[in-house]
């Protein structure tokens, strides 16, 4: 198998993998607008936090492409529009931060000229950018596993998807996985389904098929199963947002998974740049969970599998606790002793 590209930039473009359709086609999707980019990430066209917020700096790119003359208030309410997209994730506020705050100081030099292709380049160099920081994050990780099993390989566990489709270059959860594997680090890798989306069932069995990495996918319900049989050794997730205390919001069951962990004594690492941070909440009991349409449970490849009376709930994202966590990793450390004081520091780089 072939690696697809997740997002490209062509001829001032932005033309997006339609992840809802792998593994089974692979078909694109091209956005030429803000609205289009709106709802690329609305429909989960395009996923993952990271890859989330790269297709928003490109959206906005595409919003002051728009404007025959550059006006700050209406690139603003472009930004306003595409971060309602979706809630939980914090990438998607902080990217469309990122893109006004370079277009508003381009703004007042009166160079409204250069705002566009300094987007676009802005866009470019983040994609850049996180290869480094995911790689780095990957050597954290090896490392700190290196001191409890030494270097043999190991059979490691996640849960819905933070590869290449998620991220772009490379994964974050699923990159330390990679990065591991690559080193001879990897025995077996046990890959969540991720109800009711199945992330983990299409999205990342689907990269660890490209990337040759021996794998069974699993449902849910047999986390129990996998840790009381000794099966795991440790397990990395994502992250979609991530507070001042290290509590952290990701794909509903990963708290779940925390809990049984952590029962049974089998580390658990969140895995996430600094961009996934948001200090400006105090506990993940300020996030906003992402309800998301009942079709998805109720529907399955396009058929109804649930009674026409029966109703669903949801919820995209659960918030686990840090204090189920064995530490955060992001490009600037690991977070071990998870504190807010800690956390500050760390994502700040102090």
């Known amino acids: 198998m072939k690696a697809v590209s997740p997002l490209e930039w062509k001829n001032d473009e932005l033309v997006l993998v339609d992840q809802r359709k792998l ?7 091209t956005c030429k607008t803000v609205e289009d980019t709106f709802e690329a990430i609305k429909v989960m ?3 993952g936090a990271p890859l989330i917020g790269f297709s928003a700096l490109y959206g906005m790119a595409l919003a002051a492409k728009e404007l025959e003359t550059f006006d700050l208030t209406k690139f603003k309410k472009s930004g306003d529009f ?7 994730a914090v990438n998607l506020a902080y990217e469309v931060d990122r893109a006004i705050e370079l277009a508003s100081s381009l ?11 300094s987007l676009v380049s802005f866009s470019h160099a983040q994609i850049e950018k996180i290869f ?6 990957a050597k954290l990780a090896m490392k700190d596993l290196e001191e409890k099993y030494g270097d043999r390989p190991l059979r490691l566990m996640t849960l819905c998807n ?9 994964g974050t959860a699923l990159g330390v996985i990679d990065y591991m594997n690559q080193n001879g680090r990897v025995e077996k890798v046990f890959a969540s389904e991720t109800r009711p989306y199945l992330q983990g069932g299409r999205l990342t069995a689907y990269e660890l098929s490209v990337l040759g990495i021996p794998h069974y996918v699993t449902v849910e319900g047999a986390f129990s199963y996998l840790m009381r049989e000794k099966l795991v050794d440790a397990i990395f997730i994502g992250a979609d947002r991530i507070v001042a205390n290290g509590d952290t919001a990701n794909k509903v069951g990963s708290s779940t998974l925390a809990i049984v962990a952590k029962y049974y004594g089998v580390p658990f690492y969140t895995v996430a740049p600094t961009s996934t941070f948001d200090l400006s909440l105090k506990t993940g009991d300020e996030i906003e969970i992402e309800i998301r349409p009942e079709e998805e449970v109720l529907f399955a490849m396009g058929q109804r599998i649930c009674p026409e009376q029966s109703r669903a709930l949801n919820p995209s994202f659960d918030v686990t606790s840090h204090r189920d966590l064995t530490g955060i990793i992001c490009e600037n450390g690991l977070i071990k002793d998870i504190t807010p004081e800690n956390v500050e520091r760390t994502v700040k780089g102090l």
């Open 162 to 170: 933070t590869g290449f489709l998620a991220c772009g270059p490379m």
């Open 45 to 47: 066209v395009v996923r």
């Open 132 to 137: 480094k920081d995911n790689t780095n994050m």
């Open 23 to 29: 593994p089974l086609t692979e078909s694109f999707v």
């Open 82 to 88: 595409l971060k309602s997209a979706r809630p939980t």
């Open 107 to 117: 703004d007042k030099e009166g160079r409204q000229g250069e705002i566009y292709n």
